[in-house]
């Protein structure tokens, strides 16, 4: 069946940076646009990041533009998020998502979950 | 931006229940209602204002007034303790609402 896995959360220092990966098996990767988005503690969910089915258009969340950048390699079905400058109140869980919309620069629903992968930027 | 209320509601089981979203501009029927019980991901329910996600209890049914847009679950059912939240993607950012919290006595 879809599923999307996210790794590489976990402690960082402020101002540091870290790259979250998130694989994908049970559909074609390749042809669908990937979200991120966070869940803040204590608060609700923030959409992050989206990025195109080909990695061709790369959409970004007010509060974090110029600090992440998203990517995706097709050929290892996986997606990325790249963090830089890391704040405390980027703590967060960070998940990753599958959009509806095929082969589309468009970005609809989001269908396919992973079960998320948790930040915590503290000195 | 999307304003959701209440932010917490309690009910009983076999009652109903309506949450409500109201857009600060249109958004058209760039709508969707999703479902987060604790420590679990999101779970998309409805989309398009009111279109079912394909394995989605018909007890959930979404609706739209102009700019306001409302999720009634009805019969509810234990395992409808969730957070339920709004979000439009009619243009970037999307925007999810605050979230309504609800709990089932």
């Known amino acids: 069946q879809e599923q999307l896995v996210e790794s590489g959360g976990g402690v960082v220092q402020p101002g540091r940076s870290l790259r979250l990966s998130c694989a994908a098996s049970g559909f074609t990767f390749s042809s669908f646009g990937m979200h991120w988005v966070r869940h803040l503690p204590g608060k609700g969910l923030e959409w992050v990041a989206a990025?195109?089915?080909?990695?061709?258009?790369?959409y970004y969340g007010d509060s974090v533009e110029g600090r992440i950048t998203v990517s995706r390699d097709n050929s290892k079905n996986t997606l990325y998020l790249q963090m830089n400058s890391l704040r405390p109140e980027d703590t967060a869980v960070f998940y990753c998502?599958?959009?509806?919309?095929?082969?589309?620069?468009?970005?609809?629903?989001?269908?396919?979950w992973g079960k998320g992968t948790t930040v915590t930027v503290s000195s | 931006q999307m304003t959701q209320s209440p932010s917490s509601l309690s009910a009983s089981v076999g009652d109903s229940v309506t949450i409500t979203c109201r857009a600060s501009?249109?958004?058209?029927?760039?709508l969707a209602w999703y479902q987060q019980r604790p420590g679990i991901a999101p779970k998309l329910l409805i989309f398009?204002?009111?279109s079912l996600q394909s394995g989605v209890p018909s007890r959930f049914t979404g609706s739209a007034s102009g700019t306001d847009f409302t999720l009634t679950i009805s019969s509810l059912q234990p395992e409808d303790s969730a957070t339920y939240f709004c979000q439009q993607t009619h243009n970037f950012p999307i925007t999810f609402g605050q979230g309504t919290r609800l709990e089932i006595e």
């Open positions: 990025i195109s089915y080909d990695g061709n258009h790369k």
């Open positions: 398009a204002v009111s």
């Open positions: 501009q249109g958004i058209t029927n760039w």
């Open positions: 998502a599958k959009d509806t919309q095929r082969n589309a620069n468009s970005f609809h629903y989001m269908d396919v």
